[in-house]
């Protein structure tokens, strides 16, 4: 069993970096890949950005790309998500997931474990 813990989310303007992290507890972190999704209010939550089990390979919805940047320190068994230029668009409960295998996919059933997500406002 895997537990997930973000932190990080917060009220930043429009602009303005965040960022979040994942926190895993339990054992593999480091031989499986890692996602990012977010949720808006009224929307089916969707991929951000993932990452590979050892972060040779990231992966991201054409909406960030160039703004959001996906990491990870094995060592503290988390992975990041770096949000620069935020727009209003981007305000959603952002969640971590575990994925079932090495890599990281844009499909949320290839994901095992998710974290309890964290609200991300970015205001005018």
């Known amino acids: 069993q895997v537990q997930l813990v973000e932190s990080g989310g917060g009220l930043v303007q429009a602009g303005g970096s965040l960022r979040l992290s994942c926190a895993a507890s339990?054992?593999?972190?480091?031989?499986?890949?890692m996602g990012w999704f977010r949720q808006a209010l009224g929307k089916e939550r969707e991929f951000v950005g993932g990452?590979?089990?050892?972060?040779?390979?990231?992966y991201y919805v054409d909406s960030v790309k160039g703004r959001f940047f996906v990491s990870r320190d094995n060592a503290r068994n988390t992975v990041y998500l770096q949000m620069d230029s935020l727009k209003l668009e981007d305000t959603a409960v952002y969640y971590c997931?575990?994925?079932?295998?090495?890599?990281?996919?844009?499909?949320?059933?290839?994901?095992?474990?998710w974290g309890q997500g964290t609200h991300v406002t970015v205001s005018s």
């Open positions: 997931a575990f994925s079932r295998d090495s890599q990281s996919s844009a499909m949320e059933s290839t994901y095992r474990f």
């Open positions: 339990g054992r593999g972190f480091s031989d499986y890949g």
């Open positions: 990452i590979s089990w050892n972060g040779g390979r990231t």
